[in-house]
Each structure stands twice: as C-alpha cells, then as structure tokens.
C-alpha cells in the first residue's frame, strides 16, 4: 500500500494510531513497553492478553537492539545511532504493532554473543517463539536498512 | 523499573538470589554478571526467588536456561521459587517448565534438595 | 534552530529523544502518561519527581484535548482528527517534554464547558497552575495552527 | 487503567462515594455523571474515599471542588477520606488541602460530620 492510500484508508476507517520513536538501545525498551501496556489496556483485551502483548512487543525491541550490537560490532563504521519505531495500529477488534528498526541487516549473530561463562544460550530462538505464541500473527519484513516485525493480536472482548 | 539482585550465602556450595523488578535486555546484564560470580565461586545450587518479579522476557529465560545447564553438568540444579503467576505463564508456554524445578517457598526449595538457607 | 542543525548539535551531544504521537481524544491521554512515566524513570529523578513529570505532562495533554473539543464545537467543519506530538529529550541532567498539537487557536473556551449542574469550575487555570508547580520551566508557544507546551524538568540524582 | 465507582446510600442526605483507579479527562466525565445524579438526589454530605486513586488530575480537581461548593451552598460538606500520599501531595501544591477536610477514615469522617455510614 502507497503511504498515500494509507494515509487515505486510515482517515476513512478512522483508525487509531499511535507512534513511538526512541533509540535502538537496551535502556529505552522498557519505555516501549510501558506505552504498548497503556495502548493494549485501552482495548478490549484481558489481563492475560495485555501482558502477552506487552511482552511480545518487548521480544521485538529486543530482537532489534542486539542485532544493532551485532551490527555496530561487524561493521564499526555504522554510527551506533538507530532508531526503532513503533506504530500501533487500534481498531475495534485488533491491534497491529509494527516494530521498525534502522539496523543494517547481513550481519548474523553467530559467535558476537559468545560467552567465556557459558550461561549464554540461543535466545533469539527463544524470543522468537515467544513472539508467535503470544499473538495471533507474525511477519518480519527484512530489507537491507532494517527490519520490520509486524504482531497482530484479535481482542475478543473482556 | 529497574532489577535489584540481593544474593545471601547459606554455605560455601550455596547461594540464595532474591530478585526484583524486571529481568529485561537492560537489566539482565547485571543478573548475569552476578551469576557468572557465583558460578566463579564453584557454586553448585541456586536458589532463585522470583517473588518480586514482574516482567521476564527471553534475554532472562536464556540466562536462567543456562545456567541450569551448567549447574546440571556439575550435579547441582537451579531452584526456581515462588514465580507470579504471569511469570509461571511464562514457563509454561515455552515449554521451560518441564526442564526447571519451580518451587512455591525457600522452604520447599531447600527441603527438595537438601539444602540449608 | 533549523532541523539540519538541530539534527547535528542532537548528534554531537548524543541527545537521547523518545517521540510519541497518538490522537488527540481524551482516551489516548493515559498511553501518553504511561510512557513518561518508563522516560522519566530512566533518569535520576526521585519517585516524587517521575509522578510530578507524569501529572505536569498530563495536564498538558488534557489541556490540549480540551482546546481540541473547544475548536471542533466552534468550527464544526474542523475534521476533528488532531494528534499531540510529545517529544521527550533526555540529557544527564534534565529532562525537556514538549507537547504539541495541531488544534487551531483562537476559540476562547468560554460558555462551551458551561455545565447545567453547576460543578464544572476553571480547570485550565488549575492544569496551568498544576505545571507551573511541577517543573523548573513551563513555556507556551502558540501559532495558529496549534500550540506547543514546554516543560523543563532538572534532575539532582536520588 | 480506569475508573471503578461504588456508590452506597447510608441515609437520604448522605452518599459514600469509593473510587478506585484513575481520576483523568477521560474517566472524570464517568465521575461527574454519577456525582450530578447524587446532587440531583438532594444530597448535602458526599464522603469519598480516594484509598484506591492512583492519579487525580485537574479535571478531577475541578470537579471536586465544584462539588464542594455545590454542597457547601446547601449547609452540606464534600469529605476526602484516606488520599495516597501522591494524592495529599497534589492537594498540598495547589493550596486545596485548605478548603477540603481530608480525614484518615471514614469512620473519622462520619463522626467529623455526625453521620452515619
Ligand atoms: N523454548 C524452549 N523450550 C524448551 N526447552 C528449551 C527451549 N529453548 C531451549 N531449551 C532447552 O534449553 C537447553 C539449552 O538451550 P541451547 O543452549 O539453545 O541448547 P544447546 O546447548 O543444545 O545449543 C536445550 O537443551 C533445550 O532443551
Ligand atoms: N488552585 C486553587 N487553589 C486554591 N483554591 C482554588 C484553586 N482553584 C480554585 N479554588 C477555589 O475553588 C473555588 C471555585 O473555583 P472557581 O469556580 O474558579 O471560582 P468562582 O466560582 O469564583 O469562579 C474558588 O472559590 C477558589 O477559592
């Protein structure tokens, strides 16, 4: 859909939407998820469901934020400076979240988490899973400037 | 929200972690410096209260998971008390609950593995 | 301060920036508190001081809700679709939230929130009073095509 | 987070108003709704309790103390009971806390206004 058509579609629709823009870092996902906690508890979604969207959007910023380490790390001349942002979409029965990053991508994780304790395991399989078990759909769009993870979540009523 | 870590030592193969807070990308870092102090000190059993815990996301499950595994591999385990509910739900559509030992108080983690806290 | 320079002197000084932009409707006000609540939390300011940020930047978010309500009734053919734009730029030692909205000026409120029951008193001034009281700063800048609220919040460590 | 209102009728001039949640633009036309329908009722003493509120702002201010001089008009009182410690505060910085009475209890308050709850 053209930014036009969208822009379009959601005037129509009246869609609610709310947008966050905060940097790629590790200290300010909690921040994200606080605001998807107030957006989720706008909607027509029980406790359960809530929490579960709270975490699954923090899976994503996570997602994001150690790929951006990785990428600072393979590649030193990236500024280190990225962004992630987060649009949320509300209608009267679902919720989309869009989790954007401007992390390059191409650059797999393998061996930057290494761990001379060895307490570190794959957790990128972990949060991924998490992902799909806590909303109704994934997609993860990947271009060479970024990553787009969009979660669905159908609210059923309270 | 930030985690605070309070680690008593029972005896020398030992130790009992109360938690606090949320166990996020951010703050696990310092849980798991914290643990690989532990581990460095031949630890063999931790107990881990989760009581006040309020948010766990895969950065946490990961550190926790192996942690397990390297107490395992030295006969010793990782103790799981207490965990809200939320954070039980958490356990539980992973899967991990099967491979952890949760226990509902210090007490009953200590009477499980014979320990003293 | 041009965008490009503000875009530079953010770069050199390594400025972290959360921005937030949700529809400018009553219900949308708590997502808006909840995530100054997850910024403020992350600088050293005392818990006293995060609830100060928390109430100062809601009132600001009320006040342009009730401009917006004040506008639509005065010009009905205004759309009625506003957002608020909330820019929170943290440094080591202040916080600066700017709320923006984009409901046009110059439709006094008077007589609109006039109230059969006799219970409604001046709230603007009490939210005006409120933010005064909060933070170290409060600027007001106001054009024609909305206004934008600038809260300044100095943080001593705790 | 939103606003719980549980209103009980001790006597014909007299509403016990508990509230739970938060006081904002969005929930307080839910409040002045519910406070107009007591008003229409002929109350003179409305005691409310504020244990449970999180977060008063303005317009829950504007319409406590339109509340009270409604009240005061007719001889009655409008009586807080129990505000958090948040809450007192907001009263103390905007110089309310010297036009409302604020009372620990509601006991404190029946026997303050010589009602019965
Ligand atoms: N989502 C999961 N559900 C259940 N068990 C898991 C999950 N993720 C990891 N584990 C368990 O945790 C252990 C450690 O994980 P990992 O380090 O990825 O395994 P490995 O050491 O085989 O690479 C694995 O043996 C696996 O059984
Ligand atoms: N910020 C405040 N601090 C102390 N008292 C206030 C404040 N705002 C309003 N009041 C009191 O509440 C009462 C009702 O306010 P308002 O309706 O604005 O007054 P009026 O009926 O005189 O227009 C006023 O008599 C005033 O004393």
Chains 1, 3 share one sequence.
Do not use: W
């Not at chain 1, 969208?6 to 998820?33: G, N, Q």
């Not at chain 1, 359960?48 to 699954?56: G, S, T, Y």
């Not at chain 2, 606090?20 to 460095?40: F, H, M």
Request: hydrophobic share 45%; charged share 25%; net charge negative.
């Amino acid at each position: 859909m053209t930014d036009k058509m969208e822009k379009l579609s959601d005037a129509l629709l009246d869609l609610a939407v709310v947008t966050l823009t905060f940097p790629c870092s590790a200290e300010y996902v909690s921040i994200a998820r606080l605001a998807i906690l107030g957006i989720a508890s706008r909607m027509a979604f029980s406790y359960d469901e809530v929490e579960d969207i709270r975490l699954a959007v923090g899976e994503a910023c996570t997602h994001a934020v150690e790929r951006s380490v990785v990428a600072d790390m393979r590649a030193p001349t990236n500024d280190g400076h990225g962004t992630i942002t987060i649009v949320s979409t509300m209608t009267i029965n679902e919720l989309t979240v869009e989790i954007k990053d401007d992390v390059p991508t191409g650059f797999p994780p393998e061996g930057v988490f290494q761990d001379p304790v060895g307490i570190d395991i794959d957790r990128q399989g972990l949060g991924a899973l998490l992902m799909e078990i806590l909303v109704d759909k994934v997609d993860v769009d990947t271009t060479p400037n970024g990553t787009c993870v969009r979660l669905v979540k159908h609210a059923h009523g309270v | 929200m930030n985690l605070t870590i309070t680690t008593t030592v029972p005896s020398a193969n030992t130790r009992l972690i109360r938690l606090s807070g949320e166990i996020d990308i951010y703050t696990s870092a310092q849980l798991k410096q914290e643990i690989a102090k532990v581990l460095s000190e031949g630890v063999r059993f931790i107990v881990l209260n989760l009581s006040s815990v309020e948010y766990l996301d895969s950065t946490g499950l990961g550190l926790l998971i192996g942690t397990l595994k390297r107490l395992r591999e030295h006969n010793g385990n990782l103790v799981i008390v207490s965990p809200s509910v939320r954070i039980v739900r958490v356990f539980e559509i992973t899967g991990l609950y099967k491979i952890f030992d949760i226990c509902a108080t210090e007490q009953e983690a200590a009477e499980k593995e014979n320990l003293q806290l």
